[in-house]
């Protein structure tokens, strides 16, 4: 179990705090979610591009429905706006890259067109029903990269686990067994990168607040040297965590630093001084 009782003095140090917008512009972006998310936006954009992919940032990316909840989110290049700026920002060209959470590969095609020809990328995807669609984008994008595809999903330990897909492929989340519910292997982040990563490499996560279980393991992360996560909140054991409790877990032992941050995604870099 892991226990956060104060905020780490680092994160206050390193985050880079963003302003309070105006009540009024808050307001415009929350109408202009709801609308991106109605289902006339959604069902329009399906019919405009539909097997044709939606263009997204130099790729065309298919969506897993004609009614999905990012194709909308896609054309107006809002779809994981702050994680794919912070991979061509910040992350290293000449590192492997570790990709957990990999949903449709909007995502994993940007970071396989930024690293160097020769370095691997391995996605994690749990969503069965995203598997398809998963290796279709990254094939038709990104031909010529070397990345593999791994269906399991990332937990505290490894056996199995079930995972519940929902209508909206975004919020999709591990579950109970129950009806819907599909079994599948469970790996940790340990286990990844003893059959993924045989060198130094990247880590990039959007896993619905499984990262609370690795972010703290200074021993899974060791060959790790740049990080970008996007936190959630998360349960341990009988403890709840905070958004920015998870953000400061991997700051308790000194061996990282925020590069920068938007929001609840940060960019994390190894400090000098670390292992």
Not at 65 to 81: D, I
Not at 248 to 261: I, Q, T
Request: charged letters at 25%; a positive charge.
């Amino acid at each position: 179990m892991i226990t956060v009782t104060t905020e780490s003095r680092n994160l206050d140090s390193n985050r880079k705090h963003t302003q309070q917008r105006p009540v009024r512009f808050r307001l415009l972006k929350l109408v202009a979610a709801s609308l991106l998310r109605s289902w006339p936006v959604r069902f329009a954009t399906g019919l405009a591009f539909g097997n044709r992919g939606v263009p997204f940032r130099g790729t065309r990316i298919r969506t897993e429905r004609r009614l999905s909840y990012a194709g909308p989110l896609l054309l107006t290049g809002k779809y994981e706006r702050a994680e794919i700026d912070f991979v061509r920002r910040y992350l290293p060209r000449n590192l492997d890259v570790l990709e957990l959470g990999a949903s449709i590969g909007a995502n994993s095609c940007q970071i396989a067109k930024h690293l160097e020809p020769g370095r691997r990328l391995t996605s994690v995807e749990a969503n069965p029903a995203l598997m398809h669609v998963l290796r279709t984008n990254l094939a038709s994008n990104v031909p010529a990269r070397q990345v593999q595809v791994i269906h399991a999903i990332v937990g505290e330990e490894v056996g199995t686990a079930y995972f519940s897909p929902r209508q909206n492929s975004l919020v999709s989340r591990a579950s109970d067994a129950e009806a819907g519910s599909v079994e599948l292997r469970r790996e940790t982040l340990a286990s990844l990168v003893a059959k993924h990563c045989p060198g130094q490499f990247s880590l990039v996560s959007d896993i619905e607040g499984a990262e609370a279980a690795f972010l703290g393991d200074t021993e899974s992360l060791s060959r790790c040297r740049f990080m970008i996560i996007e936190a959630h909140p998360a349960q341990q054991g009988d403890q709840a965590l905070s958004i920015e409790q998870v953000i400061a877990l991997p700051l308790r032992h000194g061996h990282w630093r925020v590069k920068d941050r938007y929001g609840a995604v940060v960019a994390y870099e190894r400090c000098s001084h670390g292992p």
